[in-house]
């Protein structure tokens, strides 16, 4: 039912992913209300539409149901003063998310390869009520290669990838704690990957996605 999730504003676009069951975790649920979708996209008139948006540059902004289905599955390594890195980070959108969630005590990576959007991305961040994190450097965002995510914050608790990857990164499984998890589009699926606390790596598909590419 997630094309039914669309809203007139933000508040109404989240309770419409709540009421179809999408987004179960309350605390993921304040974390998009407070952070309004419409400072992330281009075309303002289509903020709350559950598709993805484009953003410029070949890239976009997944649809809101992708969104909550994510953070569903990483709700539990999104706790107050844990770590989280979003490769491919595009409008910053969930940066801005995540970094609520963790809150100060965090820390927040995202990483993009078009320095355009990185810029952007950190404009759309400052309008909204995550901006005293990037002011305090619990929330960053760089250009970079994604596939080889951001070492020098690493290791994580929580890794997000936006975008498909041909196959696992090696780098980003190295990056994760033990006990944390990495949600990321291979090819068609999305990939839930575990990393138990003695180091073993469990993968399971979540369900059958399209994405644009990770380059």
């Given amino acids: 039912m997630s094309w039914m999730c669309h809203g007139r504003t933000n508040g109404e676009m989240v309770a419409k992913l709540q009421e ?21 996209v281009l075309d303002h008139r289509s903020a709350y539409v559950d598709s993805p948006q484009p953003i410029g540059y070949a890239a976009t902004i997944s649809a809101p149901h992708m969104h909550a289905y994510c953070l569903d599955y990483l709700v539990d390594h999104l706790k ?16 801005a998310v ?8 965090g820390r927040t990576v995202g990483i993009e390869h078009i320095p355009q ?14 901006a005293h994190l990037l002011e305090k450097g619990a929330l960053s965002i760089h250009v ?18 936006g975008a498909a990857a041909s ?16 949600v990321i ?19 399971h598909s979540a369900m ?3 994405y644009v590419p990770l380059v």
């Fill in 117 to 130: 959007l990185v810029e952007r991305s950190i404009e759309s961040v400052k309008k909204g009520p995550a």
């Fill in 185 to 203: 589009p291979v090819v068609d699926s999305l990939m839930i990957i575990d990393k138990l606390h003695d180091g073993t790596i469990h993968k």
């Fill in 20 to 40: 179809y069951g999408i987004l179960k975790s309350k605390v993921a649920a304040e974390a998009m209300r407070q952070i309004d979708r419409a400072d992330y």
């Fill in 144 to 161: 970079g290669d994604g596939k080889k995510g951001f070492p020098e914050a690493a290791p994580y608790d929580a890794i997000h990838v």
């Fill in 208 to 210: 059958d996605v399209r």
């Fill in 98 to 105: 995540f970094a609520l969630m963790v809150g100060e005590t």
């Fill in 80 to 95: 107050p003063g844990m770590s989280v890195l979003d490769v491919g980070s595009g409008s910053g959108y969930l940066c």
């Fill in 167 to 182: 196959e696992l990164p090696k780098a980003l499984v190295d990056q994760l704690k033990p006990g944390g998890r990495l």
